[in-house]
């Protein structure tokens, strides 16, 4: 039996508006009534492109997006990926995704592949967007949205927070609660986790009126090893002056730190305060749990592909830029 968009608000019990406004987003919707409706649409493999006002309809060839991801080990980019297939499935989009382990070259290839293969859009995750990209997106005419970066172009949206105000939070946050001495692990990358987030860090500093101290800066992979090579780094490297708290730019870079700190003797947060990012869920798996920059990653995946889907369509996207909403979560490494 064809399942229906009266069918779904029947079973949500809300109204046929209430559930349009859930698949497009186009108006607010409180967290019950968005739970409702998808676990309806769920249960019943409803469709959106039935919707009225989706032009294109549903259709019988195969539509295909493909999803560029550095890697599929961080439950972010878990999270991510949820919302991008949710969304995808419902208005009738599969999606394939490839792995390009942090390298541009096989961002390159991944390009280059999904062009060849006649996906309608890319969801790009990775590196700040170079020229080496650009043309391979140019030459291949694909729709596309970047997630994480600031989109350097104006063909192309983005979606991501506002790592620069969230980082300015976190070390603010920090600073009043009476830390002086204040290190961070940075990204090794100048994009969103090594060059937004270290400028936010930089700019609470000088806000209070304290100066960057070289020795209590150092960069780290994305991994929870590469953090706790990090922090013996930023700790034999600091001499007598150690920070009594470290920013780190990811939450696994935090983790490994902490796993430094404990394993070295150190008392956190007594001896060394440490802060993360990305509001993981290990964040708060970890003893001590981590005080992070928390957002959610599942909403910035169904805001890209929705925006996605518009770019496949001929439809502009507005914001060009779009910042989902973050928040700081105070836990147990920071009190």
């Known amino acids: 039996m064809k399942i229906t968009i009266k069918d779904i608000a029947r079973m949500a019990g809300v109204s046929i508006s209430t559930v ?3 698949v497009n987003n186009s108006k607010p919707v409180n967290d019950d009534v968005r ?3 998808m676990e309806a649409i769920r249960a019943t493999n409803y469709r959106a492109g039935m919707l009225p ?10 539509l295909l997006i493909g999803v560029i991801l550095p890697h599929n080990t961080n439950t972010v980019l878990d999270d991510f990926n949820t919302g991008i297939t949710n969304v995808a499935d419902l208005y009738g989009y599969d999606v394939t995704v490839g792995l390009t382990d942090a390298t541009v070259e096989n961002e390159l290839g991944y390009l280059r592949l999904f062009g060849g293969i006649g996906v309608q859009g890319i969801i790009f995750v990775g590196s700040p967007l170079e020229q080496r990209h650009l043309e391979i997106i140019r030459e291949h005419k694909l729709p596309c949205v970047v997630v994480g970066e600031v989109s350097p172009v104006t063909f192309i949206p983005s979606v991501h927070i506002d790592n620069v105000t969230a980082s300015f939070e976190a070390v603010t946050y920090l600073i009043q609660q009476g830390h ?5 692990i940075r990204g090794e990358d100048e994009g969103a986790v090594g060059g937004q987030r270290y400028e936010g860090y930089a700019r609470a500093l000088a806000a209070a009126g304290m100066e960057i101290n070289k020795h209590w800066v150092t960069t ?4 929870v090893e590469d953090g706790t090579e990090a922090m ?8 007598e002056q150690q920070p009594t ?3 780190c730019s990811t939450d696994w870079m935090a983790i490994g730190a902490m796993n430094y700190l404990l394993d070295h003797g150190y008392k956190v947060p007594d001896d060394v305060a440490v802060f993360g990012f990305d509001g993981s869920f290990m964040s708060g798996v970890v003893r001590p749990q981590l005080s992070t920059v928390s957002y959610s990653a599942t909403e910035i995946g169904m805001t890209a592909v929705r925006n996605l889907i518009k770019l ?3 439809e502009a996207v507005t914001p060009h830029h779009t910042n989902v909403p973050h928040h700081l979560t105070i836990r147990g490494s920071t009190r």
């Open 53 to 62: 006002g989706d032009s294109a309809g549903p259709r019988a060839d195969a």
């Open 312 to 314: 496949i369509k001929g």
């Open 35 to 37: 739970r409702r409706v």
């Open 245 to 247: 708290a470290v920013f």
């Open 232 to 239: 013996a780094r930023l700790i034999a490297g600091s001499g």
């Open 20 to 22: 349009s406004r859930v």
């Open 220 to 223: 780290s992979g994305m991994s």
């Open 180 to 184: 002086q001495r204040i290190g961070i």
